[in-house]
T-cell receptor
Framework: GQNIDQPTEMTATEGAIVQINCTYQTSGFNGLFWYQQHAGEAPTFLSYNVLDGLEEKGRFSSFLSRSKGYSYLLLKELQMKDSASYLCAARTTDSWGKFQFGAGTQVVVTP | DVKVTQSSRYLVKRTGEKVFLECVQDMDHENMFWYRQDPGLGLRLIYFSYDVKMKEKGDIPEGYSVSREKKERFSLILESASTNQTSMYLC???????????FGPGTRLTVL
């Protein structure tokens, strides 16, 4: 079966660091994606991991452990505009690029 | 700039009506997807298509059908809308291979 778990909501202050964890169980795994979605808008791609380890992209980093079925998204130097929902998605091994999405983590950045 | 567009941002329909949601992408992507997004449930795949005239059921296809007559256009059809189909509908496209999906702005459908 397919299951993606991530926390519902996290709150942090401007300038701080927040780590959003995601655990997954999929029948075939071919990469972990993170998307950002502001209220009323389309999800936009943030990062992708297929091998174990850390990928860094400016203030955002993503980590993957395939053996543990675990990923996290790290948001550093938080800004007010980072208030959004963050979606974890596991790509399956079929050739069409199907994703299984988590329910999303709402990050609230306070002044 | 890559683009996925959807025909309407907001739509209100009555129970029993036939509803068409249109999605167009300008990236020459092979794959197109229709999701619905509900609070606490995340994005759930309704149908996807990997080529013109080809379609595959996703996780929740009941009550929906799709059409892909041209590569750039993927339509979602609600044959007889019901109140439990009130939701945000998101279209996405991707190139075959390990690539991210690009999303449209979404259509918020309300069925009364």
């Amino acid at each position: 079966g397919q299951n993606i778990d991530q926390p519902t909501e996290m709150t942090a202050t401007e300038g701080a660091i927040v780590q959003i964890n995601c655990t997954y169980q999929t029948s075939g795994f071919n990469g972990l994606f993170w998307y950002q979605q502001h209220a009323g808008e389309a999800p936009t791609f943030l990062s992708y991991n297929v091998l174990d380890g850390l990928e860094e992209k400016g203030r955002f980093s993503s980590f993957l452990s395939r053996s543990k079925g675990y990923s996290y998204l790290l948001l550093k130097e938080l800004q007010m505009k980072d208030s959004a929902s963050y979606l974890c998605a596991a790509r399956t091994t079929d050739s069409w690029g199907k994703f299984q999405f988590g329910a999303g983590t709402q990050v609230v950045v306070t002044p | 700039d890559v683009k996925v567009t959807q025909s309407s941002r907001y739509l209100v329909k009555r129970t029993g009506e036939k509803v068409f949601l249109e999605c167009v992408q300008d990236m020459d992507h092979e794959n197109m997807f229709w999701y619905r997004q509900d609070p606490g449930l995340g994005l759930r795949l309704i149908y996807f298509s990997y080529d013109v005239k080809m379609k595959e059921k996703g996780d929740i296809p009941e009550g929906y059908s799709v059409s892909r007559e041209k590569k750039e256009r993927f339509s979602l059809i609600l044959e007889s809308a019901s109140t439990n189909q009130t939701s945000m509908y998101l279209c996405a496209s991707s190139r075959t291979g390990v690539n991210e999906q690009f999303f449209g702005p979404g259509t918020r459908l309300t069925v009364l």
